[in-house]
């Protein structure tokens, strides 16, 4: 059982639009990774994560707590994490999330198809994090991928290119696939005769009647993702802040659409790489807008760069937002990243030996990068 | 520091020319880390000079067309050539085993062989964007397998491709940033052991190994192109040299770009170190031809490897060689002060010192553990080579 909210499938809103969640967190794999009893025949050098579980866990807050969406609400969250975990809800009960293995997933998944495919104006939401491969298609592997002892050694892992294209059949008109996965293409699966994985989803009809399916991608074709050790992936922290202002649009209520969320990822994640110096990128494509979270207010990214290691050192940065004042004194880490509101704001940089810089301007998300000089 | 390292033949600009440059220069510094040589000390471990000369020795205008190609490549099948030296020392350390998973078979064998292998393929196969960690990579796995001879995990792993991603996954240093993929050497890796079994099955695909025989001579036979192109170039780097070495008085281009990296080593090291000068193959040849004719620098000492000093000066081919055999050896020059001379009896190219001159402070034998073509090359890619120097060093 991996339903994470509401407590019970029979509370489970059917009759009316709501966004209903399948997250999938994988961190350990039976058969990767150093010492396994089991190795896998081939990618056996994949190393277990350590994060993907929090960033699986913080989407799962995310939609529990933060999302709103008074036309489609939500409406619930199955969750598979790999190690399985307790969990607590927002209201203080625990609940089990079941383990990221295939069968379990298969399961969650049945499940959650089935709820999507109730009402027209539901959202269908899939997000993973784990390990990724791309070669003829986009393959998410799960916790029991590469078991040598399975005559099918690929059985226990997602073609998520097919699930896409299967999903076509399913009723929610609005179908968003988060990827918090590597796209490279390992020579070991490239050599391997026809990589492949399930698709969980298929037999669609020649007719498409989904409004909008899309995915966003963690990394671009053929690169890697990234995580800092024991922290979300650093897709997962752009996603949650995008999805908390910076990938917000006026008119008032500030409002996330699809289209927005696409261009705020893409410049949040541009401004993450220049600050963790990562080879960071994501593929997030700009297709319909639609509108589907309400976040209280907008908020943008701001960063700080200098072009000179010594002004590095000496800055010293200032955000002035009416009474609201942010300081970053000399010899805090650089280069800087911070979010702030939306609005006029005065920007101060100051040195102890080079000229200051000063910046009035109005800010709007998703990001406002500041260079020096 | 003055350490230099003068190479030898078949060294030519390029990835694996890097990679194997980075493995010595970090090998050689903790091989002489502390090093006592003629009562003086290193103070500090420096850059080691790497003065190459690749560029000046031999091409071929038809690209060793004159090679006898035709037949050779009949016996090799779709073999990959530069994997066949490989399946050759995997073969004869497991005869019969080159068919299934090669590499897996050698390290259930030997683990510390096959590590040694994986690390050779790795530094063979270097591309632009891997050459340190490549370089990495050969140094902590042969460290690693020293530390585990027979690591536990081996029992569970039934694929090439699963023992190096283990293996990968041992030596990983632990990195802040984690990413949700493979890694690009063990990638690199992967592929490069697809190679190796695909060049396998090329061998089984030619009509006399049909009969799944794989005797020695049958990939000793297939073997050939390699090595006849490695003999080729040997000699033609080793006539170059002698055609154009010159004279004291105006040292040929090979020469001078040799003495200036050591001049350059020897200006950049603290006063009071010992010079040593470390050459392999002909660099050793180089060398001695240097210091006992063209620059009779005082060197503290001097290490030749699989070199073929003894053997050329039977030929009387130094400028210094007495031409008329003396009654005894052969007289060392007075300005190398000791002398470590290293061959590997697989080595065809590598020949005592010891019998032909009178002073030569240590020939030792070191088992690469490869096969006729891959042991010239072998000895700086093996970290027990340096282990087993430095002995060698502290026992002077």
Same mark, same amino acid.
């Given at each position: ?9 029979? =509370?489970?809103?059917? =009759? ?11 961190? %350990? #794999? ?38 709103? =969406? ?33 069968? !379990?997933?298969? @399961? ?47 059985? =226990? ?19 968003? #696939? ?52 024991? !922290? ?38 541009? %401004? ?21 979270? #309400? ?50 704001? @005065? ?27 | ?13 390029? /990835?694996?020319?890097?990679?194997? +440059? ?22 500090? +471990?420096?850059?080691? *000079? ?17 090679? &006898? ?11 990959? /050539? ?50 340190? $960690? ?41 990195? &802040?940033? $984690? ?32 009969? *799944? ?24 780097? +080793? ?11 105006? &040292? ?17 090291? &603290? /006063? ?32 030749? +490897? ?7 000066? $039977? ?65 700086? $890619? ?15």
């Amino acid at each position: 059982m991996s339903l994470y909210w509401p407590a019970s499938a029979a =509370n489970v809103v059917l =009759n009316a639009p709501r966004l209903h969640a399948l997250v999938i967190g994988v961190g %350990e #794999y039976e058969h990767l990774g150093p010492g396994v009893l089991k190795p896998s025949n081939f990618l056996s050098g994949l190393q277990p994560l350590t994060t993907t579980v929090p960033a699986a866990r913080r989407i799962v807050q995310w939609l529990e707590r933060e999302y709103q =969406n008074p036309a489609c609400p939500l409406g619930s969250i199955e969750v598979v994490l790999s190690p399985k975990e307790t969990m607590t809800r927002a209201d203080g009960s625990n609940v089990n999330s079941g383990a990221a293995t295939m069968a !379990e997933t298969k @399961q969650a998944f049945d499940d959650w198809y089935a709820r999507c495919n109730q009402d027209e104006g539901s959202i269908a939401f899939f997000y993973f994090a784990g390990h990724g491969i791309s070669t003829i298609s986009q393959f998410l592997l799960l916790s029991d991928f590469g078991n040598p002892d399975l005559p099918d050694e690929w059985e =226990n892992c997602i073609d998520f290119s097919g699930m896409k294209s299967g999903m076509i059949k399913c009723k929610a008109d609005t179908q968003l #696939y988060f990827i918090d996965a590597c796209r490279d293409a390992p020579i070991a699966a490239l050599t391997k005769k026809n990589p492949h994985g399930r698709p969980l989803a298929g037999g669609s009809t020649f007719l498409d009647t989904v409004d909008l399916s899309i995915a966003y991608y963690a990394a671009s074709e053929g690169r890697a993702a990234h995580g800092k050790d024991g !922290e979300e992936t650093y897709f997962c922290k752009a996603l949650i802040t995008c999805l908390n202002g910076a990938g917000a649009r006026k008119p008032l209520p500030w409002r996330v659409n699809t289209a927005a969320l696409s261009y705020a990822l893409g410049s949040v994640i541009e %401004e993450m790489a220049s600050v963790t110096n990562l080879p960071l990128t994501c593929e997030c494509p700009v297709l319909k807008p639609v509108t589907f979270h #309400y976040p209280p207010k907008g908020a943008v990214v701001v960063s700080v760069s200098c072009d000179d290691d010594q002004a590095s050192a000496e800055s010293a940065i200032r955000i002035t937002q009416g009474a609201k004042v942010r300081n970053s004194v000399a010899g805090e880490s650089r280069p800087w990243m911070d979010t702030v509101d939306p609005g006029p704001a @005065q920007i101060d940089l100051t040195f102890s030996t080079f000229p200051p810089k000063s910046i009035q301007d109005e800010l709007t998300p998703p990001t406002y990068p500041v260079e020096y000089p | 520091m003055p350490i230099v390292f003068v190479h030898g033949v078949n060294n030519r600009l390029g /990835p694996s020319y890097d990679a194997g +440059v980075k493995l010595k220069a970090d090998a050689l510094k903790s091989c002489f880390a502390g090093a006592t040589i003629n009562g003086k000390s290193f103070a500090n +471990v420096g850059e080691i *000079g790497f003065p190459y000369w690749g560029d000046l020795a031999a091409s071929f205008a038809w690209n060793m067309a004159s090679l &006898p190609r035709g037949e050779m490549q009949a016996l090799s099948g779709n073999a990959d /050539p530069a994997m066949l030296p490989y399946l050759a020392m995997i073969h004869d350390a497991v005869p019969g085993s080159v068919t299934g998973e090669p590499i897996l078979a050698l390290a259930k064998r030997d683990f510390s062989n096959a590590v040694e292998l994986i690390a050779s393929l790795a530094l063979d196969q270097s591309t632009d964007d891997l050459i340190e $960690e490549i370089a990495e990579f050969a140094a902590s796995a042969q460290a690693y397998a020293k530390a585990n001879p027979r690591p536990a995990w081996l029992a569970n792993v039934t694929t090439d491709d699963a023992l190096i991603g283990q293996l990968g996954l041992a030596i990983k240093a632990p990195t &802040p940033v $984690e990413t949700l993929g493979l890694g690009k050497v063990i990638d690199a890796l992967g592929g490069i052991a697809t190679r190796l079994k695909s060049a396998a099955t090329g061998l089984m695909g030619t009509t006399l190994d049909r009969a *799944g025989d794989f005797a020695s001579t049958k990939i000793l036979a297939a073997n050939r192109e390699a090595l006849n192109a490695t003999l080729g170039r040997f000699f033609g780097d +080793v006539f170059i040299y002698f055609n154009s070495r010159g004279d004291a008085a105006q &040292p040929g281009p090979i020469g001078q770009r040799v003495l200036a990296g050591i001049d350059k080593a020897v200006q950049a090291a &603290p /006063p009071g170190e010992p010079l040593v000068i470390v050459g392999h193959s002909l660099g050793g040849v180089i060398t001695f031809d240097l210091l006992s004719h063209f620059r009779p620098l005082e060197v503290d000492l001097f290490v030749s +490897v699989g070199s073929q000093v003894a053997h050329f000066e $039977e030929m009387k081919l130094f400028k210094n060689s007495d031409k008329a055999k003396p009654p005894g050896k052969a007289v060392t020059p007075k300005n190398i002060l000791h002398w470590i001379n290293i061959y590997d009896e697989v080595d065809i190219f590598s020949y005592a010192a010891k019998p032909v001159f009178d002073r030569v402070d240590v020939d030792a034998r070191y088992d690469t553990k490869t096969y006729v073509i891959k042991a010239h090359g072998a000895y700086f $890619e093996q970290t027990r080579f340096y282990e087993r120097l430095r002995a060698r060093i502290d026992a002077l």
